[in-house]
């Protein structure tokens, strides 16, 4: 399956935004599809992730209670809500697939393809 990012731009402090990660090829049903960001010069953060069925979710500390992360199977389309949006957010978001049971973990994905800019200032 193949994903592509898309939503990001500039927002001020305390703002949202949300991301799509829109699958072409196979439905994205079939998946476990997870989130990951990278500021400049640092490493790749995992943020979260869903199950395929939508049902459990996983988010790292930095962004739990502030970022959502649900999927619309119908329209082959996997969300990523960011809220209470803080400079510190600011990334190259990232989507990827993944068949394995540790779904809820980075590990668990290898190809992040193309992401999509988020800057947060004022």
């Known amino acids: 399956v193949q994903l592509q990012a898309s939503g990001g731009g500039l927002v001020r402090p305390g703002e949202s935004l949300r991301l799509s990660c829109a699958a072409s090829?196979?439905?994205?049903?079939?998946?476990?599809i997870g989130w990951s960001r990278q500021a400049p010069g640092q490493e790749r953060e995992f943020v979260g992730a869903?199950?395929?069925?939508?049902?459990?979710?996983y988010s790292s500390d930095s962004v739990k209670g502030r970022f959502t992360i649900s999927r619309d199977n119908a329209k082959n389309t996997v969300y990523l809500q960011m809220n209470s949006l803080k400079p510190e957010d600011t990334a190259v978001y990232y989507c990827?697939?993944?068949?394995?049971?540790?779904?809820?973990?980075?590990?668990?994905?290898?190809?992040w393809g193309q992401g999509t800019l988020v800057t947060v200032s004022s």
């Open positions: 869903v199950s395929r069925s939508g049902v459990s979710t």
């Open positions: 090829g196979r439905a994205v049903r079939g998946y476990h």
């Open positions: 990827a697939a993944s068949v394995r049971t540790d779904w809820h973990r980075g590990v668990a994905y290898d190809d």
